[in-house]
């Protein structure tokens, strides 16, 4: 299990990353961030469900509530354009410091 | 099946959260707990395990309502369920105490997460702020009462030069303001740096004792040591000035009217001296070369008495006033020995002088200056033509404040104008009461016995003892408002300390209240502790007042730098102020729920 803080200073840059695609609802963020991280990484529905609606203030998603025949009623996110900027910035620069860790990381052991 | 919208609606309030974005929430949430619910019941849990894997999601639901808010929505609050509707789920587990951590210590506050610096760039930031502030405030203040001031100054202060707020005086005001908001935010920003985190957040409901700190007793005894002093100092000036306004000065103004005329001789102010008696309502008329209190050049010499050797011939030194029989009787001077002038004292006969008490008391302080011979310097061949010559002290008089109210600058010497005719004269005039058309009439009767004497300075006697007086009531005015802030600054800065000081100690209060001590045991408990810095401080104040009292020694008129009554005035306005400010947070804190106060502690 990753660090808390790690996780949660990269949290909306998951989420945002995860709606790149197409629009999911809250629970399957969840479980696909689960389930790719090999259960690495996991959130609760409490932890989830604040950082939705955190982006949703700050206009990086928007939800509205679908219904499909035979189907409960259910709210699905999807990026908007303002998200999208931000998901590219956050994706670049999470690289760039990806790499410089790396880069120090590797340093010290040469 | 549960009911998940039901139970998040019981577990979670969103406060004033919009109607239709609660809804919102509560609908999403409970629908990600179904389908939590859902996995589980798919994963092959029975339902009560499944129903607790979905309500651990959301375990911490103080945390999820933190977290809401901090997701943008204002004041959600959390609340238990009154019925649980799902009995088989446990409850989560939170609390929150209403007390909460609302008294926490800022610095305690903000170190939870904000580096060391941070905290001293916001403390000092703070200081400086109110300190610019205060100096903006008291720049305005300033400026009113600078214009006040001057409005209110008297004409012989006219002269001192443009007084006005300048860019000096702004630099001045502001650098004081910051550096001793510096000073003061840097002192707190200093203790930051070694904050004790733990230590801190326990003292947020466990405050420090009574006067825990020395710097608080400290900060008390200083204000009330500098309170006394500087009160103790700005009353003696008080009393001074009000003595100074109510000095005595040797004469009675009330109802004399003077005037100045040029060039007359003994015939024509004898003349005019008979016309001016003879009008209806005037009591009594006389001439002097220089009205008391007047600025009229002043003429001064040498004296001595018959027999002093020559060594002290050109000791003494007395004024030289010139004046007509009846002076005294006019001015109600007060004849202590002798006689007064007559129309008979002239060149012809023994010239004759009276002294005043000053100068009887220095040449013949053994004995009575009645009959005594006096060199003078008199001119009875006319004005300017002065010759020294020997005269009889025909009479005493008590000593008029010629220069000042208060100082008795040199004493004086009184010789009949036909021996001393000058080149002008003030006319003196006592009437019974208001004489109409005065004025009008006194010049009429000076044209009627020459009429190219020219008549100045026509007004009453008190006109020129209320100049005199003009700037001692200026100087009281200052002080007055000087000690009037004095006793403000005082008041506040005690009241603020010694209440900031008890206010400290509410929980305290608070469970003693709660163990049973009555109010009267915390009304004394308060006092005592109070009053001990008050006490040092009222004695170092009084160490200090001795030297203040001592620097404003020469400065006091008509009271004693140890007057008792000034003391004992000071010393009750300080224990009464300093008991108001022990007393009033202590009713506060025993108002304070001891069940609150027990808790914190």
Redesign the interface.
């Given at each position: 299990m990753f660090n808390r803080e790690l996780k949660k200073g990269s949290a909306e840059m998951l989420v945002l990353s995860f709606l790149e695609g197409r629009p999911r609802h809250g629970y399957e963020i969840g479980k696909l961030i689960e389930v790719q991280s090999k259960k690495r990484i996991q959130f609760r529905i409490a932890s989830l469900y604040p950082i939705l609606c955190r982006l949703e203030q700050k206009g990086l998603i928007s939800g509205r509530w679908v219904e499909k025949p035979g189907e409960r009623r259910r709210r699905y996110y999807r990026l908007t354009s303002e998200g999208r900027r931000v998901l590219s910035h956050q994706r670049s620069a999470w690289q760039e410091f990806v790499a410089t860790v790396n880069q120090l990381v590797g340093a010290k052991h040469a | 099946m549960p009911d998940w919208l039901r139970y998040v609606e019981q577990h979670l309030s969103l406060g004033d959260c919009p109607a239709e974005r609660k809804a919102?929430?509560l609908?999403?949430?409970a629908?990600?707990?179904?389908?939590?619910y859902q996995?589980a019941l798919r994963l092959g849990m029975n339902d009560d395990d499944a129903c607790s894997a979905a309500q651990?999601?959301?375990?911490?639901?103080v945390?999820?309502a933190d977290?809401?808010r901090?997701?943008?929505?204002r004041r959600p609050e959390t609340r238990l369920p009154e019925e649980p509707s799902l009995p088989k789920l446990r409850q989560p587990a939170f609390s929150l105490g209403s007390q909460g951590p609302n008294r926490l210590p800022k610095t305690a506050f903000m170190a939870l997460g904000a580096s060391r610096g941070r905290l001293v760039r916001q403390l000092l930031t703070e200081s400086l702020l109110l300190g610019c502030v205060g100096g903006a405030l008291a720049l305005a203040v300033g400026w009113a009462a600078v214009r006040a001031i001057l409005s209110a100054r008297p004409p012989s202060l006219m002269n001192f030069g443009d007084v006005h707020l300048d860019l000096r005086v702004f630099a001045f005001t502001f650098s004081v303001a910051i550096f001793t908001s510096a000073l003061f935010g840097l002192a707190p920003a200093i203790s930051v740096r070694r904050l004790d985190l733990t230590r801190g957040l326990k003292e947020a409901c466990r405050p420090a004792g009574w006067l825990r700190h020395h710097w608080t007793s400290f900060l008390v005894s200083g204000e009330v040591a500098l309170a006394f002093a500087l009160l103790l100092g700005t009353g003696l000036l008080m009393r001074t000035f009000l003595n100074i306004l109510h000095a005595d000065p040797g004469f009675r103004a009330e109802d004399v009217s003077t005037f100045r005329i040029s060039a007359p001789n003994f015939e024509t102010l004898e003349q005019l001296q008979k016309n001016l008696a003879a009008l209806p309502g005037v009591q009594s008329v006389s001439a002097i070369s220089h009205l008391p209190l007047d600025d009229t050049g002043n003429w001064y010499d040498y004296y001595w008495k018959e027999g002093a050797p020559a060594e002290q011939q050109n000791t003494v030194m007395a004024d030289h006033r010139s004046i007509l029989p009846g002076y005294f009787k006019t001015i109600r001077a007060t004849l202590l020995e002798g006689r007064d002038f007559t129309e008979s004292d002239d060149a012809r006969h023994q010239h004759v002088v009276v002294v005043d008490d000053v100068l009887a008391k220095e040449l013949w302080p053994d004995g009575s200056a009645i009959g005594s011979k006096l060199n003078i310097s008199d001119s009875p061949a006319g004005p300017y033509q002065f010759q020294r010559d020997w005269a009889v002290v025909i009479g005493v008089v008590r000593h008029v404040q010629a220069h000042s109210l208060t100082a008795i600058v040199r004493p004086q010497i009184y010789v009949p104008y036909q021996i001393a005719p000058r080149p002008s004269m003030s006319i003196v005039i006592r009437t019974a009461g208001g004489v109409p058309e005065l004025a009008a009439t006194a010049k009429k009767q000076v044209a009627l016995v020459n009429k190219d004497i020219a008549v100045t300075h026509m007004e009453p006697l008190s006109a020129v003892v209320v100049r005199a007086q003009a700037e001692s009531r200026f100087a009281s005015l200052l002080a007055t408002l000087l000690s009037a802030i004095a006793l403000l600054l005082a008041c506040v800065g005690i009241y603020g300390v010694l209440a900031y000081s008890v206010a400290q100690r509410t929980s305290e209060i608070g469970v003693r209240m709660a163990i049973g001590a009555g109010r009267l045991e915390v009304m004394k408990m308060v006092l005592a502790d109070g009053f001990i810095p008050v006490l040092a401080g009222l004695a170092a104040g009084f160490s200090l007042s001795l030297i203040v009292t001592h620097l404003l020694t020469r400065l006091l008129f008509g009271v004693q730098p140890g007057d008792p009554a000034n003391y004992a005035l000071i010393l009750f306005i300080l224990l009464v102020v300093s008991a108001l400010a022990a007393l009033l947070p202590a009713r506060r804190a025993m108002k304070v729920d001891p069940l609150t106060a027990l808790r914190c502690e």
């Open positions: - | 919102e929430i609908e999403e949430l629908e990600q707990l179904e389908e939590a996995d651990q999601h959301v375990c911490d639901w945390k999820l977290d809401l901090d997701a943008g929505f």
